[in-house]
């Protein structure tokens, strides 16, 4: 008898503690699955949106966790879209950058990150405040695409979702991954930027930059050639030339090979691009954004 009671009082006491822990459990996982859809139901706001010293303190967590990918001013790098002018690739409110940043994006190099929510607000509220800073694009946009593929400017050598010439980079997203500023200097000064990563060994976003660097090789039966180097070792050279006809050489083939340190497109200046050109062609360029 006595042992038939411990039992049962076991049984009851058990009872109770699983009931409880359901309870907590059912308290624990409906607010956080309460507050987990507030941050991907849309309507979810910053609350440290246009706080001075936030917009400070997301400044500083964005270089040191985002600027190697993303660029230190956010204005793209050789992984990460520029994030300044509020051109977004993959939506844009704040509770879509909530998830993105806490979350990744499947698919691409841009990872999860451990931030907290306090500091992935803070992060967004200066992401927020670069995009008032932002300059409107004023161009025609239909205008623009007939620059580049009629009038030749561009898709002899550069490439947008299969169309175009490969001497160049792809230009498939370089809406999303450059701001406006750079796209000018890009056509108005091409080797501004490349000579600037040329001269920052070890930084590898800029990679993409110095694999266009102009390459010239003399060969020992005297023919000289001109293009961008696709692979580059001790031992041998894959050159494309001007024509997109590819050349491998034996380095004991060849008497010299120069680094120009300068990009093969030509600088535009007004004489061959004027103002309401450029203007045209920039609308269509920060329309790409890839898929």
């Given at each position: ?99 993105t940043i806490t979350r990744g994006v499947p698919g691409t190099q841009m990872p999860a990150n451990d931030l907290t929510e306090e500091e992935t607000w803070m992060i967004i509220a200066y992401l927020r405040s670069m995009e008032s800073t ?158």
């Amino acid at each position: 008898m006595r042992r038939e009671s411990d039992f049962g009082f076991c049984t009851r006491w058990l009872a109770l503690i699983f009931s409880a822990f359901s309870v907590m459990s059912w308290v624990i996982v409906g607010s956080s699955q309460t507050f987990g859809s507030a941050k991907e139901d849309g309507e979810a706001k910053n609350p440290l949106a246009g706080n001075a010293s936030a917009i400070q303190e997301g400044k500083s967590l964005f270089r040191s966790g985002c600027g190697l990918c993303h660029g230190n001013e956010g204005r793209g790098g050789g992984r990460g879209p520029d994030l300044s002018a509020g051109r977004w690739v993959h939506g844009g409110n704040d509770a879509t950058l909530f998830r993105t940043i806490t979350r990744g994006v499947p698919g691409t190099q841009m990872p999860a990150n451990d931030l907290t929510e306090e500091e992935t607000w803070m992060i967004i509220a200066y992401l927020r405040s670069m995009e008032s800073t932002a300059t409107p694009v004023s161009g025609n946009r239909e205008a623009g695409e007939t620059i580049f593929y009629n009038q030749g400017f561009c898709s002899k050598c550069h490439m947008v979702t299969g169309k175009g010439g490969r001497l160049g980079p792809d230009l498939s997203r370089v809406g999303a991954s450059r701001p406006l500023q750079y796209l000018v200097e890009a056509i108005r000064e091409p080797n501004k930027h490349l000579a600037e990563a040329l001269q920052e060994p070890g930084r590898e976003y800029l990679d993409v930059y110095r694999a266009y660097d102009t390459v010239t090789v003399l060969t020992r039966d005297g023919k000289r050639i001109t293009g961008i180097a696709k692979n580059e070792d001790n031992f041998t050279l894959q050159l494309m030339d001007q024509n997109e006809k590819f050349h491998l050489f034996l380095r004991k083939n060849l008497k010299e090979v120069i680094h120009e340190r300068k990009s093969l497109m030509p600088a535009y200046d007004e004489q061959m691009l004027d103002q309401r050109q450029l203007e045209d062609l920039l609308a269509y360029l920060v329309s790409l954004r890839g898929q």
